[in-house]
């Protein structure tokens, strides 16, 4: 069964304006009539106005009340909740944005590949699942904190750029995911990266994720022959440290040599349970009206224009 919840319910009494704008476009309509019963002359009083004088455009008025009903929504803070199978986790995409990220020996670069798995990775995850994104080199920037929207999350991966800090500081990377998760329980982070670790070694990183109960998928991207950088140097794919992550973490590692090379059994990494998920819809509200009032704006705006 789905309900409805609102951050801020307040809001809502602005509905009542919905009744009173009703109001004013029919007394509107009357309003004109009358004067039209004084005015005879209907197609000068039509142009003289600018407006069709009987014309009852009800598909605007409705375009109109559902564009203001979803700002008011939108303003209470509108989240919908149902019982659904779904992940027991929630995840964080960490995403290695260092300078050998740009090494080509996968087309275009090795960034725009893991970008793309990481997209591909975020539609394969079921409904309500908690998404956050971050970005590492030398430091980690968190692009997008935990939420239920799939859309934020790949917009902050499409946001993603090579770091300003050089190095790779994967557990700096690891203890900002795990802020993020707060007091979660079940934790996945799913790290994407070359494995060229040149900040702290291995073995703390592990220490560090094994006492703090993280899970790490790691997926190692570019060719085993390597490529060159920007700096004129061969980069190669650190597999064993990758490895390392995954196996002592419980996670499960994977391998990319081609954009699109997603493995199948990234299905692997989801556990199901059935619970009760929350998803706030305020975003999509308000991106569909801005998308009618644009709609509604260009009609109303080239009804009545001419092309010579």
């Known amino acids: 069964m789905m309900e409805l ?5 307040k809001f809502l009494a602005l509905l009542l304006l919905v009744p009173f704008f009703i109001f004013i476009y029919f007394f509107s309509l009357i309003y004109n009539k009358k ?9 000068a009083m039509e142009r003289f106005y600018g407006i069709e004088l009987f014309s009852k455009n009800f598909m605007a008025l409705y375009a109109n009340i559902l564009i203001l009903i979803l700002l008011i929504f939108a303003l209470a803070g ?8 779904t992940s027991a986790f929630s995840y964080i995409v960490a995403i ?23 997209m591909d990775f975020i539609d394969l995850l079921p409904i309500g699942v908690e998404i956050g994104v971050i970005g590492f080199s030398g430091d980690a920037e968190v692009l997008q904190v935990l939420d239920s929207s799939k859309l934020k999350s790949k917009m902050a991966l499409d946001s993603i750029d090579y770091g300003e800090v050089q ?11 795990n802020r993020l998760f707060g007091l979660k329980q079940m934790k996945s982070v799913t790290l994407i990266s070359d494995g ?23 997926i190692a991207v570019g060719t085993e022959e390597g490529g060159m950088t920007g700096l004129n140097t061969i980069s190669k794919v650190d597999e064993d440290f990758l490895k390392s992550l995954a196996f002592n973490s419980g996670g499960q590692f994977f391998r990319v040599k081609d954009i699109g090379d997603l493995d199948t059994s990234f299905n692997s990494l989801i556990s199901e349970a059935n619970r009760k998920v929350t998803i706030d819809v305020t975003f999509y509200l308000l991106l569909i009206a801005i998308g ?13 224009k001419v092309i010579p």
């Open 167 to 177: 190095g790779t500081n994967v557990y700096n990377a690891l203890l900002t995911a």
């Open 5 to 9: 919840s609102f951050l801020y319910p």
């Open 196 to 218: 060229q670790l040149n900040v702290v070694d291995a073995p703390q990183i592990i220490k560090y994720i094994n006492r703090n109960n993280l899970i790490v998928n790691t």
């Open 35 to 43: 004067k039209a019963v004084l005015f005879s002359n209907f197609e």
């Open 96 to 118: 290695d944005t260092s300078s050998s990220m740009s090494t080509t020996d996968i087309v275009p670069n090795r960034l725009d590949a893991a970008k793309s798995e990481a």
């Open 78 to 85: 509108t989240a919908v909740s149902f019982n659904v199978d």
């Open 292 to 304: 009618l009032f644009s709609i509604l704006w260009v009609l109303y705006n080239l009804r009545f």
